[in-house]
């Protein structure tokens, strides 16, 4: 069974990227006018790099356009277009936006990312989202570490109206977790949402927290997490693949959240990240409001990119 996400609003993401695709596509088009020879080609070199798509698919998308110029030496702008737009596309091959679901029982989403990546945010979210479609909600408020990060929880949870666990500052979040699940179970709730810290000062003690949490959720219901949701700031660019790589070695990751997309102009960093951690995009984040939350989808979002 899979949870499904309502498609709407996709212009959101249009408006989100359109810093990037201002650049992106008006600087390509004028190049692609031109007739691709190397001068040019070495022009269009640099715009996709500035568009943070990284090394990899930089240097495949110069290759085959040199190549199809070469064949094709009377292509039209949107020949060009349709190349990147197709390899780009590619990319993102199997992803979707689809939640595995528990077939009995609740089911468990954990949420990881560094402090400020957007987690917290991504719950209320989806929660609200869920909770539109009649789903019955728990929060567990992981990240103990900070008063203040309960508060914001508790904050959302009573505006969207879902159940909450907490506990007393700076108590065990392997022990918010397993109250959080048996409460979950005890309620009968369809989906529990857990929150983590993401302390990254102290690296070692963080990730042995997170692999703790992931033991102790397992420990209650053996397929659980069914998705663990990993959040990027999508204006950290290469740092913050960086840092993904670093939860990657302890955190069974199932889905990428890219958040922050409204106002970057580097949001080809979605192209390079996924590229990098071979992990699907599940959710992109375009603002700081509840509703500003969309699926991935992948030809929506390469044509937002690549709008004009
Ligand atoms: N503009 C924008 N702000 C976001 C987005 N997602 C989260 N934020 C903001 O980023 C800040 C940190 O988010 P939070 O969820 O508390 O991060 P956490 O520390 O990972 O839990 C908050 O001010 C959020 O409102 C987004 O997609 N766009
Ligand atoms: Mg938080």
Redesign the pocket.
């Known amino acids: 069974m899979v949870l499904n996400f309502i498609k709407s609003g996709y212009e959101k993401v249009k408006e989100a990227l359109s810093k990037t695709s201002s650049f992106l596509g008006g600087r390509l088009k004028t190049l692609f006018g031109r007739g691709l020879d190397e001068d040019t080609l070495e022009e269009i070199e640099r715009v996709l790099y500035e568009a943070d798509l990284g090394v990899q698919t930089v240097q495949e998308l110069v290759n085959s356009l040199g190549e199809y110029y070469k064949k094709n030496p009377g292509a039209k702008e949107e020949d060009y277009f349709n190349l990147i737009r197709k390899t780009l596309i590619s990319i993102f091959q199997n992803d979707n936006s689809s939640l595995k679901e528990a077939e009995s029982g609740p089911t468990v989403l954990l949420v990881v990312?560094?402090?400020?990546?957007?987690?917290?945010?991504?719950?209320?979210k989806l929660a609200q989202h869920l909770k539109n479609q009649n789903k019955n909600i728990l929060i567990g408020a992981g990240?103990t570490f900070r008063a203040a990060?309960v508060d914001?929880l508790s904050h959302w949870a009573e505006k969207i109206g879902c159940d909450i666990v907490k506990a007393s500052p700076f108590s065990d979040p392997a022990a918010v977790a397993f109250d959080s699940i048996d409460a979950a179970i005890a309620r009968k709730k369809d989906l529990v949402f857990i929150?983590t810290a993401?302390r990254l000062q102290n690296k070692t003690h963080l990730m042995q927290e997170l692999e703790k949490i992931e033991k102790t959720i397992r420990k209650k219901i053996p397929e659980a997490p069914h998705e663990t949701l990993l959040?990027i700031?999508a204006n950290t660019g290469q740092n913050g693949v960086e840092q993904a790589k670093l939860f990657l070695k302890y955190v069974k990751v199932s889905g990428l959240v890219l958040?922050?997309?409204?106002?970057s102009s580097k949001g080809g960093v979605v192209v390079s990240i996924r590229r990098n951690l071979n992990i699907p995009v599940k959710f992109?984040?375009?603002?700081?409001g509840v509703d500003?939350?969309k699926p991935f989808e992948p030809e929506e979002f390469i044509d937002s990119l690549l709008a004009k």
């Open positions: 990312g560094v402090n400020g990546s957007g987690k917290t945010t991504l719950i209320a990240d990060a914001q929150d993401g959040v700031d958040t922050k997309l409204d106002g992109i984040g375009v603002g700081e500003d939350l």
